[in-house]
T-cell receptor, first 109, second 113 residues
Framework: EDQVTQSPEALRLQEGESSSLNCSYTVSGLRGLFWYRQDPGKGPEFLFT???AGEEKEKERLKATLTKKESFLHITAPKPEDSATYLCAVGGGADGLTFGKGTHLIIQP | ETGVTQSPTHLIKTRGQQVTLRCSSQ?????VSWYQQALGQGPQFIFQ???????GRGNFPPRFSGLQFPNYSSELNVNALELDDSALYLC????????????FGPGTRLTVT
């Protein structure tokens, strides 16, 4: 059974203060690792897919990296509009996605 | 390109009743998955439909059932509603192939009283 653990549960940063969110996973075979952003009361918004250890992807102030046991979402010089819950998931195909509980990120001006 | 849409936005039902939620998939996508998200939790996989058949299911009882139509839209039906069924129900669409990326709709907020 796939398992995903995200840390920290919540993170408060000052605007411009870079940091990283962690996603540890246990799978029998990695089909994909996914990062989503979710705003309150809305559906998750797709950010990145990573398929193999060593892979990295970037989008604006976000960069996702992957090792054999964990993934990191690095946030560089964040702005208040980056405040959201960031969800990590593994899986894909007919078995669906297994999500972590998310990291609630607050960026203060 | 049209994204995933869901209806209704909000719904209030009484314990024991039945409910139907609807989802239209993103243009070009032929697979639909449904998820349940309780407050403060990540989404949990309910089931997936491909070519109008259920081809994968999570740990949910049979009173959760679904349909997929020829235009790839989908329904989620829940019978004998329980208080714990109160949650945000999310629909996600994807296309077949090596990229398993799923794109989510805005969700339906179900409250069971």
């Amino acid at each position: 059974e796939d398992q995903v653990t995200q840390s920290p549960e919540a993170l408060r940063l000052q605007e411009g203060e870079s940091s990283s969110l962690n996603c540890s996973y246990t799978v029998s075979g990695l089909r994909g690792l996914f990062w989503y952003r979710q705003d309150p009361g809305k559906g998750p918004e797709f950010l990145f897919t990573l398929y193999s250890a060593g892979e990295e992807k970037e989008k604006e102030r976000l960069k996702a990296t992957l090792t054999k046991k964990e993934s990191f979402l690095h946030i560089t010089a964040p702005k208040p509009e980056d405040s959201a819950t960031y969800l990590c998931a593994v899986g894909g195909g007919a078995d669906g996605l297994t999500f972590g509980k998310g990291t609630h990120l607050i960026i203060q001006p | 390109e049209t994204g995933v849409t869901q209806s209704p936005t909000h719904l209030i039902k009484t314990r024991g009743q039945q409910v139907t939620l609807r989802c239209s998939s993103q243009s070009g996508h032929n697979t639909v998955s449904w998820y349940q998200q309780a407050l403060g939790q990540g989404p949990q996989f309910i089931f997936q439909y491909y070519r109008e058949e259920e081809n994968g299911r999570g740990n949910f009882p049979p009173r959760f059932s679904g349909l997929q139509f020829p235009n790839y839209s989908s329904e989620l039906n829940v019978n004998a509603l329980e208080l714990d069924d109160s949650a945000l129900y999310l629909c996600a669409s994807s296309s077949t192939g090596p990229a398993y990326e799923q794109y989510f709709g805005p969700g339906t907020r179900l409250t069971v009283t």
